[in-house]
């Protein structure tokens, strides 16, 4: 090639090399030969500040520089193995560090006099301002993805519990109509079991079976008296009323409700074993209500275990206190329930037993009676695994507000 050919490509490949984006400088005997006009402006440095400087100029000094996480310092190491180093930090002539991909090559002369090594930096420092920038708006919009579930969440609560208010003030209604066609034959019943008392009376006066004749229609009259007051119940179901409040020792209600039930039990093979706790505080409530939830979850579970078709099984009752509740647990073994009638169960009018069996309501109101006690109701249940029901009633609703 003639020398003036050589001459021009050398001027090409000088101009090609200082405009080159990236920044690159030769490095012999660990000093800077060269340096384009990229590496000026990465560094801060003047060319004719650094030719012939140490290259470790660049280098970040150890505890007085910082560098970002998940950042590496130049080292002189990295000049021994060529390749390319990700996330390198180098060092500006103002203090500050750049974040740079560094390649590094080797290159070997005809001479050992002539291999010199080539440095490439490419300047990162605002694409991983960008990633942590990137990063912070994922955190942020992840929390309030977070943030907007939690809220959709509680309206959907909200929602729910507006349908169930719904649903409870349609059942009051039609409860005061049902009560009135009630109420009159109960009335009826309770009449001619008196009068049955009092024909009866001179017939078996020295009869050994008289007591219980006496006794059987004593629990005639008894009955229909709580069915009286039950209905009542219902006439307010949809308004607030402390009618019949008074202090309630609720083993006694347990007690009250199990013997109502204690023929049906026994005749379907039923246990009822009791675990109460000692010095338990008495609740300030209407017994009757209260012994009604206790009736409804007692024959629920009674169904329960009917439907096992085994012909036995077992109601377990614990009652403890937990700090201003006091709590009743009613466990059976029966058939349980999956997760579509669990979350359902104390829907007015939702059953799972066959026409004619239950209207579905037995549930609903323990709810109801529940929440204006500023008590509650929770259900935990498997399929064949039998349902658990926890009931907390506070020793005084109207300590809570």
Known sequence: ??????????????????????????????????????????????????????????????????????????????????????????????????????????????????????????????????????????????????????????????????????????LGELAAGIAHELNQPLQAIRGYAQELGLEVAPFISAAPQKADIDS???????????????????????????????????????????????????????????????????VFANPVQLEQVFINLATNARDSIESTGRGSGRIEIHTRQSGKFVEVVFKDDGVGMDERTKSKAFNPFFTTKEVGSGMGLGLSLSYGILNKLHGSILVESELGRGAEFLVRIPVDYRELG
């Open 1 to 170: 090639m003639p020398q003036s050919a050589q001459a021009a490509a050398a001027q090409r490949f000088e101009l090609v090399f200082d405009q080159a984006s990236d920044a690159i400088c030769t490095i012999v005997g660990g000093r800077i030969e060269a340096c384009n006009r990229a590496l000026e402006e990465l560094t801060g440095y003047l060319r004719q500040e650094i030719d012939g400087d140490e290259v470790m100029v660049l280098a970040p000094r150890p505890g007085s520089t910082r560098i970002p996480v998940r950042a590496r310092a130049f080292t002189r190491e990295m000049l021994k193995t060529p390749g390319t180093y990700e996330d390198v930090a180098v060092l500006r002539k103002d203090g500050y560090t750049r974040m740079v991909d560094l390649v590094v090559r080797v290159v070997s002369g005809k001479t050992d006099a002539d291999a010199f090594t080539m440095l490439i930096f490419r300047d990162v420092t605002a694409k991983k301002q960008m990633e942590r920038e990137l990063i912070t708006k994922h955190a942020e919009l992840r929390n309030a993805f977070v943030e907007l579930e939690r809220n959709n969440a509680e309206l959907k609560a909200m929602q729910e519990t507006l349908v169930q208010a719904g649903k409870m003030a349609a």
């Open 216 to 282: 059987h229609l004593k629990q005639i009259v008894t009955g229909v008296d709580k069915m009286s007051s039950i209905i009542k119940y219902l006439r307010t179901f949809t308004r607030k009323s402390t009618e019949g409040y008074d202090w309630v020792d609720i083993h006694g209600v347990v007690t009250e409700a199990m013997q109502m039930l204690g023929r049906q039990l026994e005749s379907r093979g039923v246990e009822v074993v009791k675990f109460f706790s000692e010095g338990l505080p008495q």
